[in-house]
């Protein structure tokens, strides 16, 4: 097996990816809900997932839609192989580990926008569904980000490379063996 190593997640996918892990996190549990805090950071979260949605078009690589988007024939193949217990490598997001960043993506798009008309109720007339929504999506986030770390950890474990790391450095192991 080929052990060198290719740069795989470009500054921006990174700094996209710890900035949206520092903000989630002062969220959900350092800033009270509804402080001037809480607001900007998620203001901060909905321009960042704007800003990538932008990258997956113009960026290189892993960081463009069409080299990881969860089809569902990618779904589907990577799915299988996993209940199969055969290998799956992909050098950026694995089908289902895409579908899960999406999710999540989604969420904190629809926390900025929810937070954003929940501070403005007077203009938008303020009900309950949206106070409800926003903690709907709060849980669904705090939810998707337990399983990407658990899958991430397990897929370390699995392909016996540590995937995290690869967040930090950008760097991944090139393999002879990876899918597509």
């Given at each position: ?21 520092l ?11 509804g ?22 078009f ?5 960081a ?8 569902p024939t ?28 999406l ?12 937070g ?9 007339g303020?009900?309950l ?12 986030l ?15 474990w699995r392909?016996?490379e ?6 930090i ?5 090139l ?5 597509e």
């Amino acid at each position: 097996m080929n052990t060198r190593t290719v740069i795989l997640w470009d500054p921006l996918v990174r700094l996209f990816h710890w900035s949206l892990v520092l903000v989630v996190l002062a969220n959900l549990f350092v800033n009270e809900k509804g402080e001037q805090w809480h607001q900007w950071l998620g203001y901060t979260g909905g321009a960042w997932v704007l800003l990538r949605v932008v990258w997956g078009f113009v960026g290189k690589g892993a960081a463009r839609w069409t080299d990881f988007f969860p089809t569902p024939t990618r779904l589907w193949q990577h799915a299988r192989a996993l209940l199969r217990g055969e290998p799956y490598h992909r050098m950026g997001h694995s089908p289902i580990g895409a579908l899960v960043m999406l999710l999540m993506m989604l969420c904190v798009l629809g926390l900025a926008v929810t937070g954003f008309m929940y501070l403005h109720s007077e203009r938008f007339g303020y009900e309950l569904w949206l106070e409800d929504l926003h903690s709907l999506l709060a849980a669904s986030l705090l939810t998707l980000v337990c399983v990407h770390i658990v899958a991430a950890v397990f897929e370390s474990w699995r392909l016996k490379e540590n995937l995290p790391l690869s967040m930090i450095t950008g760097k991944r192991r090139l393999r002879d063996d990876a899918q597509e």
